[in-house]
Every structure is written in structure tokens, then in C-alpha cells.
């Protein structure tokens, strides 16, 4: 039987309508409008599309967004000056500095993530909300990985006594999922470039999540019948064609459930960083209260 499929777009609306009604009630009950601060450096035209559609959500949603595009050659210091200003903004609750960043300051990365509030930190990369995520206390999350989770949640897929694999270690994707899911009881692996017998692993699978970035990586001998599919890649093979991690004609065959790619998780990233700016927002003006 084909598998139920998840379409990101249903999730998504959710997710954002639910930031909507919480910026409306953050709005009514401290006449604050949530703010959102995205800094982009140089002009990589991916990165363009996506600060560009942060801004055109955040309107849809009643929250203030403010872009600061600064030039490809600008230093460290004056990055980081930037971000202190930000920090200091009393209008802006969430911030965040685009990446990937250009070539010469990708050796300062983890100093100018760093630099951002951990409370205005709405990607969830700073140290301080990553060790909050591992010590199972409230924080800000990782966008896409709390997205995949939610849509989980939402979905009625069961997570706890289940086993989890995701295939993927990145700090941005593979390990925030893991963390997600151990929080509500699944039994996790990670898996990685240097894992043996992958597929041996993946087949145990009752919810696998390929975040490889590999065109088609997991196939459907890799995966166990009726599991819970969740592809997070992105690997564009010519300019209008888009696929994900997953083969995803052959493994719908054999899946329980299934997300598309494009129109699957992708879509639920914006959205979780809009309940983020909410969440922000209204844990610093609790502190100010
Ligand atoms: P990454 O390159 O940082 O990590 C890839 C991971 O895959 C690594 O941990 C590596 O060990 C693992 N890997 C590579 N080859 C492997 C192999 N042969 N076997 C097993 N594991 C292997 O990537 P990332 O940032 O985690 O992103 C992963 C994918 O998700 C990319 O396609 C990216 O575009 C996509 N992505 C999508 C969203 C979104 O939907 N909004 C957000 C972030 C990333």
C-alpha cells in the first residue's frame, strides 16, 4: 500500500497561524510587536531568496522585520559591531546572521554566532541554547529539526518506545533531531559518512530521517515496511529540479508515511522561525516584567 504522505504546506499553515495568534496576543498584552533581525552578507542569490521570504512571512504575520545587508567585505569586528547593535535593539526579540557566510569569514563563524544574544538567538545555534537542548530545558530550537518534530507530533506519529535513525550529524539538522526525539522517549541512532552497515541499521528504523544531502540517498531496501519517512534534503539537480535525500517514488511503496520533496519539511523551516520570534519575544519581556 502507498504510503499517507506528509504535505509541508498543510503543517506549515498551521505553525504560522499559530505565530500569528501568538503575536497578536504578545501585541494586545504588552503593546510590543515582535521583531525579527536578519543580517546577510554579500549577495549569494539562495541566501537572497530565503532572507526574502523570512521578510515577506514575518509581514504576513504581524511581525516587525528588519534586513541588514551588509557587503561581502566586511570584517569580523564590524560584523560583529552589527550584531552588537542588535542585540542592544530593543525592537528586535529574534536575530540571526545568514550562512552560509563568505569564504573569508567562514573561519569566524562559531565567534559571530556566538556574539548574538542567546535569548534573541532564534536559529538555536548558540552554545548556550544547544546545551539547554541537550539538558532537555526550555530554549530556542533549531528551526527545521523543530519543525520535523512538530510536524511528527501533529501527524499522530507515534515517537515514544519507537525507534529513530537519522541519517546526518550537523549541528544545524542531525544532531538537534536526535535530541528532539530522545526528549520524547524514541531510542536514537545517529548515523553518519563513517557508519557501517547503514542500511542494516536504517531497516530498524520505525522513523528515519535523512538529512545526508545526497540526491536519492536512501533507497527502498534501506527502509523498513511502515515506517515514518522524513526527508530534510535539499539537492537541486538542474535549475527547476529540486529532489530530496530520499528516492521517493520507490520508498512511498514501502513507507508508512512519507515526506515530499520539494512541498515537504522544507516549507515548515519559515514557519518554526516565526514561532521562534514569538517564543523570543516573549521570554524577554517576561524578564523585563
Ligand atoms: P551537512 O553537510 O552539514 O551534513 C551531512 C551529514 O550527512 C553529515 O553528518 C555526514 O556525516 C552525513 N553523510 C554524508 N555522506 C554520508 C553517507 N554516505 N552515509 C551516511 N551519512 C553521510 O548537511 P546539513 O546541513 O545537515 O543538511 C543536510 C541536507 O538537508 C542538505 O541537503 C540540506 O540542503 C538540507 N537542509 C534542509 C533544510 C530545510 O529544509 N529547511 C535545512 C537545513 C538543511
Redesign the pocket.
Known amino acids: 500500500m502507498a504510503a499517507r504522505i506528509l504535505m509541508g504546506k498543510e503543517f506549515a499553515q498551521k505553525f504560522k497561524a499559530e505565530a500569528q495568534k501568538g503575536a497578536a496576543s504578545i501585541r494586545e498584552k504588552y503593546g510590543v510587536t515582535p521583531g525579527l533581525a536578519v543580517a546577510i552578507v554579500g549577495d549569494d542569490p539562495a541566501s537572497q531568496v530565503y532572507v526574502r521570504n523570512k521578510h515577506k512571512t514575518c509581514e504576513e504575520l504581524g511581525i516587525f522585520s528588519q534586513v541588514i545587508s551588509l557587503p561581502a567585505t566586511i570584517t569580523p569586528d564590524d560584523l560583529m559591531a552589527q550584531i552588537d547593535a542588535l542585540n542592544a535593539d530593543k525592537r528586535i526579540h529574534g536575530l540571526l546572521v545568514q550562512l552560509p557566510l563568505p569564504q573569508h569569514l567562514r573561519a569566524y563563524e562559531g565567534k559571530i554566532l556566538e556574539r548574538i544574544d542567546p535569548l534573541k538567538d532564534v536559529d538555536g545555534f548558540h552554545p548556550v541554547n544547544v546545551g539547554r537542548l541537550s539538558l532537555g530545558k526550555p530554549g530556542l530550537v533549531p528551526c527545521?529539526p523543530l519543525g520535523c518534530i512538530k510536524m511528527l507530533e501533529l501527524a499522530g506519529i507515534e515517537i515514544d518506545g519507537k525507534r529513530a535513525v537519522i541519517?546526518?550529524?550537523?549541528n544545524?539538522?542531525?544532531k538537534p533531531m536526535a535530541k528532539l526525539l530522545l526528549a520524547r522517549n524514541a531510542t536514537v541512532t545517529i548515523?553518519?559518512?563513517h557508519?557501517q552497515n547503514?542500511a542494516a541499521i536504517t531497516r530498524e528504523a520505525d522513523i528515519l530521517v535523512a538529512?545526508?544531502?545526497?540526491p536519492e540517498f536512501v533507497t527502498a531496501d534501506m527502509v523498513k515496511p511502515n515506517a515514518t519517512v522524513i526527508d530534510?534534503?535539499?539537492?537541486r539537480l538542474a535549475p527547476k529540479k529540486l529532489v530530496g535525500?530520499v528516492d521517493f517514488a520507490a520508498v512511498q511503496e514501502v513507507a508508512g508515511a512519507i515526506t515530499p520533496v520539494p512541498g515537504g519539511?522544507?516549507l515548515l523551516?519559515v514557519a518554526m522561525l516565526m514561532q521562534n520570534v514569538v517564543a523570543a519575544a516573549k521570554m524577554q519581556l517576561q524578564q523585563t516584567q
Request: aromatic share 0%.
Open positions: 527545521t541519517i546526518g550529524r550537523s544545524i539538522v542531525g548515523c553518519h559518512s557508519t547503514l538529512a545526508v544531502g545526497r530534510v534534503g535539499i539537492n535525500d519539511v522544507g523551516t
